[in-house]
C-alpha cells in the first residue's frame, strides 16, 4: 500500500515536472518569438550579419568609451574643484578660447572667399596654377608653420635682427610680438584658409551662369551681382568652410604652444603634466561642451541656408575681366601665398642644408622616421579594417542602432587629441595597465581620431556600389559577412586605400596624442620638430618638418579631386 502510493507520488511529481517544464519551453519560445520579431522589425526585416555587428560594435565602443569616461570623471570631480577652476582657470581659458577661434574664422573666411572668388570667377593670370598651389598650406602643419616664424619674425630672428642693424630702425622697438594673441592669429589663419578656400572653390564652379545674368539684366553691378547672388549661393560652402576652421582651432595644440598662448588644449596638456588629471578632465568636458555648441549652430544655419538650381539648364560660369584690378588682385595672391607657403617652405629649406651638413640626417633621425612609420602604418590599417564595416552597416543596414554606431565612429574627429589622449589614459593607467606605456595606446589615439577619414572615403566610393550586387551575391549563399570582403572590398578598395592614406599622413602630423602617450624614449618625427624647436635647435627640427610636408603632399591630389 505504501509502495503503491510512493509510486503515485513519483508519478504526480514527474507529471508536475514536465508541465512546468513545458510552460518554461513554451514561455522560452514565445519570448524568442518576440524578441525575434522586433529585432527583425529594428532592421527593416533584413537584420546584418552577427560577425559584422559585432565588428561594428566594437568600433562604436572603442571610438566611444574614452569620451564617455572622460565625461563622467569630469562631472564626479567634486563641487570644490569645479568652483576652484571655474574662479581661475575656465573665465580666462574661455575668453581667450573663443576670441581665438572667431577671429581666425572670420579672417579665414574672408581671406578664403576672396581668394576662390579671384581664382575660379576671375580672369587672373595663371588662375589654373593657383587653384592648387593656394591649397598648399594644408599640408604644412601648423606647428611646423609657427616655428618657421618664429625663426623670421620672432624677437631674435630674420627680420628682427635685420630692424636692429639698420641705422634708420634700430632706434624704435621691433613693433610685432610673434608670442601674443596676434602671433598666434596669423599662424593659424595662414594655414586654416584652404579650408574655406577649397569648399567655396567647389561651389563657385557649381553655381549657374543664369542667375547672374538675370542679376546683369536688371542692371546690377559684378560687386552688387556677387552680394546678392553669388553670396547666399556660397553661404553653406562657407558655413562648412568655417566649422572645419573652428574645430581644428579649438582642438590645435602644436602652434598655440609654441607661440605660447593658453587655450583649453595647452591648460589640459599641462594639467595631465603636473598629473592632475581630474582638473584635466574638467576643463576637456568645458571644452567638449563648446565644441558642440559650436556643431549645433552650424547644424541650425544650415538648415535655414538650403539653396537649389536645376541640372538642365545649367551653364558654366564667365569669367570676369579685372582691368585696372588685376595687378592689385595678383599682389595680393601673391603676399598670401608668400606667407603661408613660400616663406615656410624657404626657411624649413635653409636650416635643412645646415643640419644635412651637420649630420642630421644620422641613425637617431632614421629611428624616428620607422616609429612615425609604424605607428602611423599601424593606425591606416586598422582604419581601414574597422571603416568598411561601419559604413555597409549605415549603407544596408539603415537603422536606430547603426546611426548610432555610425555617430559613435565620428565621435573622435570632433575632440582635440589631448581629449582623445585623456580617455586613453584614465581607461588603460587602471583597467588595461599592461598595454600602458606601450606605443600601441599611440596607435590606439591615432584609430579614434582619425577614422572618420576613412569612413568619408570608404563611403563615397560604397555609394556607387548598386546594393543589388549583394542581394545577387547573398542569392547564391553567401554570408553577408562573406560579401563583404570577397565582392564589396575589391569594388570600394581605391576608396578604403584613400581613406588609409589620409589616416596615415594625419597620423604622422599629430603632435598632441603622441607627446601625452609615446612610451619613454619613443620619439616621433613630430615629437622631434616639437622638442628640437622649443629648444631652439632648428637645424635638427627643420628636417623633420620637411619629411612632414614631403609626406602630407601625398592626399593633396585626393582632396583637390573631391572639392
Known amino acids: 500500500m505504501k509502495r503503491d502510493l510512493v509510486r503515485q507520488q513519483e508519478v504526480q511529481h514527474k507529471e508536475l515536472n514536465r508541465r512546468q517544464q513545458e510552460v518554461r519551453e513554451s ?9 525575434s520579431f522586433y529585432w527583425r522589425k529594428h532592421w527593416n526585416g533584413n537584420p546584418p550579419d552577427v560577425f559584422l555587428l559585432l565588428l561594428g560594435l566594437i568600433t562604436a565602443l572603442v571610438m566611444g568609451v574614452p569620451i564617455f569616461y572622460v565625461v563622467w ?45 579671384l581664382v575660379n570667377r576671375c580672369q587672373l593670370p595663371g588662375r589654373r596654377m593657383w587653384q592648387w598651389l593656394l591649397a598648399l598650406p594644408l599640408v604644412i602643419p601648423p606647428y611646423v608653420g609657427a ?16 630692424w636692429a642693424e639698420e641705422p634708420w630702425l634700430s632706434q624704435v622697438d621691433f613693433p610685432f610680438n610673434i608670442y601674443s594673441f596676434w602671433g598666434v592669429f596669423f599662424a593659424l589663419t595662414m594655414f586654416t584658409y584652404p579650408y574655406v578656400f577649397l569648399i567655396a ?8 551662369r543664369n542667375f547672374e ?30 566649422i572645419l576652421v573652428s574645430l581644428y582651432v579649438l582642438s590645435d595644440f602644436g602652434a598655440i604652444a609654441m607661440l605660447r598662448y593658453t587655450t583649453f588644449t595647452m591648460a589640459i596638456y599641462y594639467q595631465m603634466g603636473s598629473y592632475d588629471r581630474i582638473s584635466a578632465s574638467v576643463l576637456s568636458l568645458v571644452l567638449i561642451v563648446i565644441t558642440l555648441f559650436i556643431l549645433w549652430i552650424e547644424k541650425k544655419t544650415r538648415a535655414n541656408q538650403k539653396y537649389y538650381q536645376t541640372n538642365n539648364s545649367f551653364r558654366e560660369p564667365d569669367l570676369l575681366p579685372l582691368g585696372r584690378w588685376k595687378i592689385p588682385a595678383l599682389i595680393y595672391v ?7 607657403v613660400a616663406l615656410p617652405i624657404m626657411v624649413l629649406l635653409y636650416w635643412s642644408n645646415v643640419g644635412i651638413r ?15 612609420m609604424k605607428v602611423a602604418g599601424l593606425a591606416a590599417v586598422l582604419s581601414m579594417l574597422f571603416a568598411l564595416p ?16 555610425d555617430k559613435l565612429a565620428y565621435a573622435g574627429y570632433a575632440l582635440p587629441g589631448v581629449i582623445v589622449a585623456l580617455g586613453i589614459v584614465f581607461i588603460f593607467n587602471q583597467y588595461v595597465t599592461w598595454l600602458y606605456n606601450t606605443f600601441f595606446l599611440v596607435v590606439l589615439a591615432y584609430f579614434i581620431r582619425f577614422l572618420p577619414q576613412a569612413l568619408q572615403a570608404g563611403e563615397a566610393s560604397l555609394s556607387l556600389v548598386s546594393p543589388r550586387v549583394d542581394e545577387a551575391a547573398r542569392s547564391l549563399g553567401q554570408p553577408p559577412w562573406k560579401v563583404l570582403f570577397t565582392v564589396i572590398l575589391p569594388l570600394v578598395m581605391p576608396g578604403i586605400l584613400a581613406g588609409g592614406a589620409l589616416v596615415f599622413v594625419s597620423s604622422i602630423k599629430e603632435l598632441p596624442a603622441t607627446l601625452l602617450l609615446r612610451p619613454p624614449g619613443f620619439d616621433t618625427l613630430a615629437v622631434r620638430v616639437w622638442v628640437e624647436a622649443r629648444e631652439a635647435i632648428y637645424h635638427l627640427a627643420a628636417p623633420a618638418a620637411l619629411l612632414i610636408i614631403l609626406v602630407s603632399i601625398l592626399p593633396l591630389k585626393w582632396l583637390l579631386r573631391k572639392y
Do not use: C, H
Open 27 to 35: 514561455a522560452s519560445r514565445t519570448l524568442f518569438r518576440w524578441v
Open 73 to 117: 570623471r569630469s562631472l564626479f570631480a567634486g563641487t570644490e574643484r569645479w568652483l576652484r577652476l571655474l574662479d581661475s582657470r575656465i573665465p580666462e581659458l574661455l575668453q581667450n578660447t573663443l576670441l581665438l577661434t572667431v577671429a581666425v574664422t572670420t579672417l579665414a573666411v574672408i581671406i578664403g572667399v576672396s581668394l576662390a572668388w
Open 147 to 162: 616655428m618657421t616664424y618664429v625663426i623670421v619674425f620672432g624677437p631674435r630672428g630674420w627680420v628682427a635682427s635685420w
Open 201 to 208: 572653390s567647389a561651389a563657385l564652379r557649381k553655381m549657374n
Open 213 to 242: 545674368d538675370i542679376a546683369r539684366s536688371q542692371g546690377l553691378t559684378p560687386l552688387q551681382t556677387f552680394w546678392k547672388v553669388n553670396l547666399p549661393f556660397l553661404r553653406p560652402a562657407i558655413g562648412a568652410g568655417a
Open 334 to 340: 601673391l603676399f598670401i601665398f608668400f606667407l603661408s
Open 358 to 372: 651637420m649630420g642630421a640626417l644620422d641613425a637617431r633621425f632614421w629611428g624616428y622616421v620607422f616609429n612615425s
Open 390 to 405: 561601419v559604413i555597409y552597416l549605415k549603407s544596408r543596414y539603415p537603422s536606430l542602432m547603426s546611426k548610432i554606431i
